[in-house]
């Protein structure tokens, strides 16, 4: 898997897409050590992609940066308020508070 984002990298480094869904894959992989790689926050920097946002909402919940996730998840829905994956963005905000003690 890990050879698999790699390459999803290289050939994609210029789509949002690849990006976003190769640093989920890396979240994957790396986030139970506490490392998360930098591809999914280029995917938010040059392209301003939504879901690339909503996924680095649920990579801070789990980092225990609810704060920080509060705002990639309220980014996510600015850009993309249609996108019919709207609920986990929303899931993801509700999780923030939770972890917030904002119940």
């Given amino acids: 898997m890990k050879r698999l984002a790699q390459r999803a990298v290289e050939l994609g480094k210029d789509d949002a897409i690849a990006l976003a869904v190769s640093g989920w894959d890396w979240r994957i992989l790396f986030v139970i050590l506490g490392s998360v790689l930098p591809h999914r926050s280029r995917a938010c920097a040059q392209f301003q992609f939504g879901r690339a946002w909503s996924f680095g909402g ?17 980014r996510a829905m600015r850009l993309s308020p249609l996108d019919p994956s709207a609920i ?13 003690g904002r119940l």
């Fill in 58 to 74: 649920w990579i801070k919940n789990w980092l225990g940066e609810p704060e920080s996730a509060i705002e990639r998840f309220a």
């Fill in 88 to 100: 986990v963005v929303r899931g993801g905000t509700a999780h923030a508070h939770f972890f917030l």
